[in-house]
């Protein structure tokens, strides 16, 4: 209403308050350049200081400031008559510059921080056990669960302190809110990568997810499917130039880059999964081919010819709990975009986005540390060393690492 409004006066009409802004003389010192020497010389400026508080509403209210000069309608002054101006203009919510839509983010990452610490602990403890045995073997499944953890929790404590600095000079630390951004994107590269695996027939025996196309040659989605199941087996031939391995290189690369893409936006704190910024909907696209694509995995896995029926019904869960998280994002975004109010939005998909990355890694965590009986993928999956004689050739040197006397599976 203000803008369509062309007079200062009629503007001012529409204000619930009004203020004015009245200029003292003040004298101030300036170094000022004098040929190859810098001189102090005495100043006169026009300054002005303005404190005022906004009313306390009941319901949500949103305040719009402006300053004018109307004086300027019954005066006329020439443009290069006007006088340089500068101000700074804040805003405190009480004493602090965290404006109310940031309100409960603080207890929403220390929360996020307990729960990946308590699974980081108990995943420690599983692979301290393992490794205390002579004949104990890792799988890097476990260590990739691990660094999705400790990306977790380092995203968490960098947007910390990026709020309590924002708290205190109202701009914060745009290195630790970018870290944040960060750390956030490859922990979700990390898990989505996993489930992507898993669900394509890594970790399973050979016997379990060999090919038996009804065609009888594979078909393309079943040849990238079988280079899945062997992923770090596929990294090694990346400077041959393997497809799959390009395919994870630049999957973990592109969240860099939307990360990044995502910081050229006037955001002060992340936004990595937003909507309503252009690299957000990127992510949701990508989040939902990927999830079409796990569909397809564990079809294949499921109805290849050689999976025991036992196994089918756990896959069937393991399908339909890995969709409900590559879309769980989608969703929450979309919702947050087109149902909440703006000053609602940022909390709300913190939350649905810790929700999901907090459930989703205690799941991994579960599928990777279970007991063997715990279920049928737990009763024949090579993660465990003690199922050694249903998985590949773990002599072969292609499959483990060794690290002293810690040995890590790879495929």
Same mark, same amino acid.
């Given at each position: ?18 203020? /004015? ?38 319901? #949500?209210?949103? !305040? ?25 203009? #804040? ?6 510059? =965290? ?17 990946s610490s308590v +699974?980081? =602990?108990?995943?420690?403890?599983? %692979?301290?056990?393992? +490794? ?51 750390? &956030? ?35 393309? *989605? ?9 992923? %770090? ?34 955001? &002060? ?5 937003? *909507? &309503? ?10 989040? %939902?081919?990927?999830? =079409? ?5 564990? @079809? ?8 025991? #029926?036992? *196994? ?14 590559f879309l769980a994002? /989608? %969703?929450?975004? !979309? ?40 279920? @049928? ?13 249903l998985s590949l ?19």
């Amino acid at each position: 209403m203000v803008q369509k409004l062309h007079t200062c006066s009629s503007q001012t009409a529409l204000a619930v308050d009004q203020f /004015p802004i009245v200029f003292n003389m003040v004298s101030k010192s300036v170094k000022q350049r004098k040929g190859k020497r810098k001189v102090q010389r005495k100043m006169n400026f026009w300054e002005a200081n303005l404190e005022f508080t906004l009313p306390t509403r009941s319901k #949500t209210n949103y !305040w719009y400031i402006a300053i004018g000069d109307c004086s300027l309608e019954y005066k006329a002054v020439s443009i290069k008559d006007a006088p340089e101006m500068n101000y700074t203009f #804040t805003v405190l919510n009480g004493n602090s510059h =965290l404006s109310a839509d940031e309100m409960g983010m603080t207890t929403l990452h220390i929360l996020q921080i307990a729960i990946s610490s308590v +699974l980081l =602990l108990f995943l420690g403890f599983k %692979i301290l056990k393992v +490794l205390t045995d002579k004949q104990g073997t890792i799988h890097i499944a476990l260590l990739m669960v691990a660094s999705a953890l400790v990306c977790d929790i380092s995203s968490a404590v960098c947007e910390l302190m990026h709020q309590s600095v924002y708290a205190f000079n109202g701009i914060g630390s745009y290195s630790f809110d970018c870290l944040a951004s960060h750390l &956030e994107a490859q922990c979700d590269a990390i898990i989505a990568m996993l489930l992507l695996m898993v669900g394509s027939g890594w970790t399973l025996p050979s016997d379990v997810v060999m090919l038996n196309s009804m065609m009888g040659a594979p078909n393309v *989605l079943e040849k990238v499917f079988s280079a899945l199941r062997s992923p %770090i087996g596929s990294i090694k031939e990346l400077s041959r130039g393997n497809p799959t391995s390009l395919f994870i290189v630049s999957f973990f690369i592109s969240h860099a880059v939307l990360a990044q893409w995502g910081r050229t936006y006037d955001a &002060e704190f992340d936004s990595f999964h937003s *909507l &309503e910024n252009r690299p957000g909907r990127v992510l949701m696209y990508i989040r %939902i081919s990927l999830g =079409l694509a796990f569909v397809a995995g564990v @079809a294949s896995v499921k109805n290849g010819g050689n999976c025991p #029926t036992s *196994l089918q019904s756990f896959l069937q869960q393991f399908q339909i709990v890995g969709l409900l998280w590559f879309l769980a994002l /989608p %969703i929450v975004s !979309w919702y947050c975009t087109k149902v909440m109010h703006p000053h609602q939005r940022h909390f709300t998909l913190s939350l649905g986005s810790a929700m999901v990355q907090s459930g989703s890694l205690m799941s991994l965590v579960w599928l990777f540390t279970a007991d063997k009986h715990t279920s @049928a993928y737990h009763r024949v999956t090579n993660i465990s060393s003690e199922n050694q004689s249903l998985s590949l050739d773990y002599s072969s040197t292609n499959t483990i690492w060794k690290f002293g006397k810690t040995k890590v599976r790879l495929d």
